[in-house]
């Protein structure tokens, strides 16, 4: 995450987020757009720790807005999927739509795939 490509990947998922502006200071994002200008691999500590707070802060606000979607879409299929696999004859299909993994997964599988 401490080369110019690591920061523009997160620069470009919290424009897209829209998170760029609204969970970072003038001066953050000044300092984010500044070293991938000037630096291509992060050497100093102190702007490494500096640019670390920052990342860290536009993950934590990207992470559970995604997980949340793939969470609310993943639960409406593991219900409508445990309900057909119930009428085809497996009884143990009742379990899916109480499976946190499984619902996660078909969330962040329909939200790739549309």
């Not at 953050?28 to 640019?51: G, K, W």
Request: glycine share 4%; aromatic share 8%.
């Amino acid at each position: 995450m401490l080369t110019r490509h690591g920061l523009m990947n997160a620069r470009t998922r919290a424009v897209r987020q829209r998170i760029w502006f609204r969970a970072l200071s003038h001066v953050e994002r000044s300092i984010v757009d500044l070293t991938i200008r000037c630096v291509e691999r992060i050497r100093s500590r102190v702007l490494a720790r500096i640019v670390t707070t920052i990342v860290t802060k536009i993950l934590t606000r990207l992470t559970p807005r995604f997980l949340e979607t793939a969470m609310r879409v993943g639960r409406d299929l593991a219900d409508e999927i445990s309900d057909i696999a119930r009428e085809w004859g497996n009884m143990s299909a009742s379990r899916w739509r109480h499976d946190f993994d499984f619902m996660r997964y078909l969330g962040v599988r329909a939200i790739n795939q549309g």
